[in-house]
């Protein structure tokens, strides 16, 4: 996260010294600017440009947040799979590509050595980006991340069986199956449990 704040502000110092070496060319006699006007121009457009900056940044966010519900809904009706659940979280947690990768294959199990190997690269970059993924994650070790993975999978495969078994009747399969050992004379409010 620092990373994409010094990034941003890099780019907002640069498009203000931009404008300002522009204006300072172009608009103003080479002779009459000074220092002063120079720095009030720099600190007027880095003002403006950090604006419209953060303005920008709060629509993007906004329109991600209206986005996230949508996929959430879209992932229900999907098949439970250890991939959507890491992809469900990988932006929250604020995970890259590869860490989401790496996480994936761990969730699925797999040893370090057998994710180095598939994704081409050292174990030691493994164990790296593991453990970013648990420190932005929260998650205190794979069998952490494998956990979490998989109660996500139950709560979806619950809240999906939910909503199929409100849509469907339910039949008495204890009436129509034959069991074996049951008596003839057997308590009919047992059969209906």
């Not at 907002?12 to 060319?25: C, D, I, N, R, S």
């Not at 996480?103 to 174990?123: D, L, P, Q, T, Y």
């Not at 034959?178 to 059969?191: E, F, W």
Request: aromatic fraction near 10%.
């Amino acid at each position: 996260m620092v990373r994409y704040w010094v990034s941003g502000f890099t780019l907002v110092f640069g498009v203000a010294a931009l404008k300002t070496a522009l204006v300072v060319g172009f608009v103003l006699q080479k002779g009459s600017a000074d220092v002063a006007t120079i720095v009030g121009l720099f600190a007027l457009f880095f003002a403006l440009t950090s604006g419209v900056a953060y303005i920008c940044f709060k629509q993007v966010t906004k329109y991600q947040a209206n986005l996230r519900p949508k996929k959430s809904a879209s992932s229900v009706s999907a098949p439970a799979a250890k991939e959507s659940v890491i992809a469900r979280y990988a932006p929250e947690w604020g995970l890259s590509q590869a860490e989401a990768d790496v996480a994936i294959f761990v969730a699925k199990g797999f040893s370090n050595s057998e994710v180095a190997e598939m994704r081409g690269c050292a174990i030691a970059t493994i164990k790296s980006q593991l453990s970013s993924i648990y420190q932005k994650s929260g998650m205190g070790s794979r069998y952490q991340l494998i956990a979490f993975v998989t109660d996500e999978i139950c709560a979806i495969a619950n809240e999906t069986d939910a909503e199929h078994h409100q849509r469907t009747t339910s039949v008495p399969t204890r009436r129509i199956l034959p069991l074996v050992g049951r008596s003839k004379h057997s308590d009919p409010a047992a059969l209906q449990a």
